[in-house]
Every structure is written in C-alpha cells, then in structure tokens.
C-alpha cells in the first residue's frame, strides 16, 4: 500500500514541476478548448423538472446534473458513488443488504420509496417496497449524465417523487467496452454500442454489463445474541455475507419519432448482517434475488411547430426472491427459514401534450397503470390500478422573471386521492445573479407490503418550501438554498409488544428545515474544486427528537488537478455527522466518520483508451452504518456495535472507445 502511495505522490509532483515552466505558453487553441471545458459548468440543460428543455440555472427548484466526463475525472464508479458525493444525498444500507436512497433527512428508518428513480426518463420504482438497488449499480462509463431534483416531484412524476427525483441518462454517442478490477475479488465487465444510420432516421444503441464482488472485509462486532442466555451458538464476531453478483441488460431502437427500449435487471447478493441481526450464514451464498424487466414503445407526434403529443405504454415485472433466508438461524430457539417471493406485473400508458411559444409552455397529461402483485408465501393476489391527470403553465411575466404552476390529481383504489400543487418563481438579475422560490406539495401512498399489514394506513404528504441563490460566470457557480418541510402521515415501520409480528403505521407529523451550500469553480486552467456542505434537521412532533438513522451535517468536497490534457489526478472528502437513534434505542448517537478517496486518469486519445485506478477510503477509516432496531421484539437483541463497512480498498479499470 506504501507503495502505491509513493507512486501517486511521485507521478504527481513530477508532472506539476514539469507542468511550471510551461504554464504561460500554452497555444491559443489549448486556451479555448479550455475555456469551453469551463463553459460547461453553467451549460447545462435538462428536461426532468419540467419536462420542457432549459438550462439547469433556469428551471425551477433544484436541479443538479453531473455529465460522465466529471464522474470519470472525480474517480467516481457506479451512481451510488456519484449520488454520495451530492449535497444532502445518503445511501443507507439496512441489516439484510437493501440500500435506502435518502435525501436531506428523509429515509432510512421510514419506510421505504420516497425518492423516484427512472433510467431514461422511465420509472424503476415498485409498488412492493419501492427497492431502488439497481440504479445504483449503474457504472459510470456507461451514462451521459445523471439529474437529480432536491424536494419534491410529484407534481410532475406523482408517486414516490416525495423527497425527490434522480434521473439516469444512458450513452448516446460512440461504443465501448471496459474491464474493472479490484480489491475483494472484484471483476466488472461492460460492452456498450451506438448505431445511427446515415441514409435513414435509425439509431440502436445498447448495453451489458456484469459485475461479481465479496463485498467487504468488515468483521462485526457481537451479534443478537450477545444479550441472551445462548450466546455460545453466535458466529460473532465474525466476517459477513456481503457477496454480490449483478448483471445489467439495456437495448433501445429508434427509428424517426418511435422508439422501443427493453431493460432486464438482476441483483443477488449475500445475507449481510441477518434479518432479525444474528450472523448466520457464513457461505458464499446469494439468498436475496431481484429481477426486473421493463418494456417501453413510445411515440411523439409533431402537430405543428407549437405543439406536439408523446405517448407511451409499456409493461415492467419486479420480483423479489429469498431463498435460505431466515428470520431466526439454526439452533435458536424459535428457528425460522424464509422461502418467498414477491412479483409485481404492471402495465402502464400515458399521454403528454405540450404547446409553447416564445413566452408560454403548457403542459397536459394523462395516465393509467394496472398492476398485479403476487405474494407465494400467502399465496394471495392483489391488485392496484391508478389514474393521474396534470397540468402546467410556465410563462415569463417580464423580462428576467418566470413562473410555473402545476397540478395534478392521482386516483387509487385501494388508498386515497392526492393532489401535488406547484408554484415557482424563476428572477434572473442579471446573467451572474438567479434567485429562485418554490411551493410544492408532493405525496407517496403505501406499498403493498405495507397494506399487507396494515390496511388502514393513508398516503404520506409533503409541503416544502424552498428558496435559493445562485452566482454564477465563467469559471465558478455558487448555490445557497434554504427548505422548511412538513411532512404528514409519514409510514413508518414498528412491532407489536411483546410480539416479533411487523407493523406499519402513520405517523402524525415531522417538520425538515435546512441549508444546502454548493460551490463549484475552476481556481485555475488545471485545477478544479468543488464542494458543498448540507444541514438537515428533522423533528418528530409527537415525540420531540430527530428522525432516527439521520445525521444532521453532512459535507463533500472534491480536488481534480489536470497538468496535462490527457493526465488528471482527483481527491475527494466526505464528512458525515452523528447519526440519531430510535426512540427506545437507548444508546448514544453513531459517531460521524471522514472518508477520503484518491484517483488518477489517464486519457490516451490516439489509441481511445482511459486507464482508471484508485483508492477508496485512503485512510482506512472505521466506518459504521447505525443498526435499525424498530423492527425487533428487544431492541436490545441487535448489533451493539452496528454495520461495519468495507475498509481501504483499490480498484482499476481500462476502458476502449470506438
């Protein structure tokens, strides 16, 4: 490892002496091509928020897009490691392996589903338990940018849009294929091709990808059965299960303004840390199985040059499946093996009608899904079928000032109606100032594992208010935003006393206020900084403490240092704060950690290659995830010392382009 090390320094400061001498005769064309790199910190366009093409500046709300070039320069590898980086973004990992996406306080110990998460622009989430996993697996070569929206969404994109929206935008131009090594018996593979004929409006494109790794080094602490008489039938301390095998399918075909896109997912990996927190199983077993396919056609027609009309349908299946997975391992008293599934079939269509002119944009739109999900266990069979209607208006009043109004109405029949309103404001000063103001209500009804047991339960609401402040020029952008949310009836999972039976109920109200800071600038033609800081505090207002699981600060900051055009070196920092427990957890918060990862990136352009290689966690920090206990019977039976995670770890990966 030191000598690693060494290699980094050495290549660094050898490049940065022979870089000094020829700092100030650079050729005219190195200049603009520089300052067209640096350009592209305020170019950026997006249609995620309001599904009309702006500038991500000028939109309302808070949009952040990252392009590939970044994530690839920052040593970032998959979307996961890109989402980490963002301000006020969490990724939480629960006992059994399932990743929470939270955004600013909001996740983790609450129920599942309250961001939206779409490839393409189409939907991943489901209405079993609304597991993302698998956008966070996407590797970085294969996107042209990621999107995400701060606050809620659902006037737009309805359900699940409730603490926010991330958008992930597959390769548009160009092939390639990769190879990845690592530490932990890491192997990854991607193969990726663009087609676009020259004679007729046809283009294919497409994508494989495997990835196969044991995960973690980490070794736990005591386990459940650290509190109990039978303690001498723990495997803990011990290493656990943290083993993953994933395989990602992408193909779409366009031909004029009709387009197909077919995606097949599957996920499986290890037991991690047990179901009910016992270290059971020790082999190199995948128990945990998640599938998804999804089919899309979709059809834009152009009526006239002011209006047009995109309509689309398709059908997606999620199935999750556990196999040697137990509640309670072999030898405890109350052993239980869990062998289910659950399958969600959904069929879905909608219609969106757009009219704009030079001032005004007016968005239509209408939907209907169907959905069938089938539990073996029970073998039982339900159903749900939705119907949302919208409608937005965006408009400038004068110049330099814009506004957009929403609203839609989603219809269930199996929970409650929802409204989302939206009003936002959009002032340009002038082309350096942007102030920006918004009012969004945004919902997320109960999934079906959750009415499962309880079917009293009603959707969860939002209101959240946002203001924000944005500089920007030619080589640096700045953005303070300030949010006060209140969340109502938000679903949160507990157990009966006395009972190890789960339930789900409705929690009266949560308030969520914060800052977010965001700093992004080119301090020289070869340097790069960019750095943000978030503050979130959440309070319960039945009990008076924090959300549980949350850390109230979190920061990041990033350093890319390119002496040459084809050479960049990158180092990142991530703070996350103490973390707050459950209610009845009554041990003190989880300590904040510091993180620091290295990379370099070598472009060889004359044979389109890139070399990649890094360091993650450089220091080799302890670094934990607080243990959940709301689900358990004694809280008391859990990991005393909680999650570890993976420890220093290196990674490689070589990429052709053709």
């Known amino acids: 490892m030191k000598s690693i090390l060494f290699i980094f320094l050495f290549v660094f400061v050898t490049t940065s002496i022979l870089n000094a001498g020829n700092t100030n005769i650079k050729a005219k064309h190195d200049d603009l091509e520089q300052l067209n790199k640096l350009m592209s910190i305020i170019d950026k366009y997006s249609d995620l928020v309001t599904k009309t093409r702006m500038n991500s500046d000028f939109v309302p709300g808070l949009l952040t897009v990252v392009t590939r070039n970044e994530m690839e ?35 983790s110990a609450t129920a599942l589903g309250h961001v939206k998460v779409m490839l393409n622009n189409i939907s991943l989430n489901d209405s079993i338990s609304s597991v993302s996993d698998f956008i966070l697996d996407y590797p970085v070569e294969l996107l042209q940018r990621i999107e995400l929206i701060r606050g809620p969404g659902s006037a737009i994109y309805g359900e699940q849009a409730y603490t926010g929206v991330i958008n992930v935008i597959t390769r548009k131009a160009n092939s390639i294929v990769s190879f990845g090594i690592g530490s932990l018996a890491t192997f990854s593979s991607s193969a990726l091709f663009n087609y676009q004929s020259q004679e007729y409006p046809f283009r294919l494109s497409g994508f494989v990808h495997q990835f196969k790794s044991d995960g973690s080094d980490a070794t736990t602490g005591p386990d459940a059965y650290h509190s109990q008489e039978n303690r001498d039938l723990s495997l803990a301390p011990g290493p656990s299960n943290e083993m993953t095998d994933r395989h990602l399918n992408f193909f779409k075909l366009d031909y004029a303004n ?61 199935k999750c499946i556990f196999e040697h997975k137990y509640f309670f391992p072999p030898g ?25 002119n030079n001032k005004h944009r007016l968005l239509f739109a209408s939907g209907y899904a169907s959905e069938k999900h089938i ?156 750095t943000n800081a978030a503050y979130m505090h959440t309070k319960n207002l039945d009990t008076g403490i924090s959300m549980p699981l949350q850390a109230e600060f979190m920061s990041n900051a990033g350093l890319m240092y390119s002496p040459f055009k084809f050479l960049c070196f990158s180092t990142r920092y991530h703070y996350m704060g103490n973390r707050s427990r459950e209610i009845e957890d009554q041990r003190a918060d989880l300590a904040g950690f510091h993180k620091v990862d290295a990379s370099m990136r070598i472009h060889a352009k004359k044979i389109s290659t890139k070399i990649r290689l890094g360091i993650d ?12 206990t709301s689900h358990l019977m004694n809280k008391e039976h859990t990991y005393p010392g909680d999650y ?15």
């Open 73 to 107: 320069l920052s040593g970032l590898k998959t979307v996961e490691d890109v989402l980490k980086t963002l301000a006020g973004v969490h990724i939480y990992s629960d006992s059994i392996g399932f990743r929470t996406i939270s955004i600013r306080g909001i996740g």
């Open 258 to 318: 009709t387009s197909f896109t077919t995606k097949f997912s599957q996920l499986n990996h290890g037991d991690s840390m047990g179901m009910e927190h016992y270290l059971y199983n020790l082999r190199e077993d995948t128990p945990t199985q998640l599938r998804q396919q999804i089919f899309q056609l979709s059809q834009k027609i152009q009526i006239n040059p002011y209006a047009k009309i995109n309509i689309k349908g398709g059908f997606q299946s999620h």
């Open 332 to 356: 405890h008293p109350y052993y239980m093996e869990l062998n289910v599934s659950y399958l969600e079939r959904k069929n879905y269509t909608s219609l969106d009608f757009f009219y704009k």
């Open 375 to 530: 539990y073996t266990r029970v073998h039982l069979d339900l159903y749900r079928h939705s119907f949302f209607g919208l409608t937005q208006y965006e408009g400038q009043l004068f110049e330099g000032f814009s506004v957009t109004c929403g609203l839609r109405y989603d219809n269930y029949n199996d929970v409650d109606d929802s409204l989302s309103p939206r009003f936002a404001g959009v002032y340009r000063f002038n082309s350096n100032h942007i102030f920006k103001c918004q009012y969004q209500e945004a919902f997320r009804p109960p999934t079906k594992t959750e009415l499962e047991s309880s079917t009293h339960l009603t959707s969860s609401k939002i209101k959240t208010y946002e203001l924000s402040y944005t500089y920007k020029d030619t080589f640096s952008r700045v953005r303070f935003s300030l949010y006060e949310s209140e969340l109502k009836d938000v679903v949160q999972l507990t157990v009966f006393p006395n009972s190890p039976v789960w339930n789900y109920e409705n929690i009266s109200m949560v308030r969520a206020k914060g800052l977010e800071i965001e700093l992004e600038t080119s301090i020289s033609q070869q340097i790069k900084l960019t």
């Open 617 to 628: 966690n450089i220091l080799n920090e302890d670094i934990y995830t607080p243990t959940a």
């Open 644 to 658: 570890p995670l993976k420890g220093r770890t290196m990674w490689f990966d070589i990429i052709y382009e053709f």
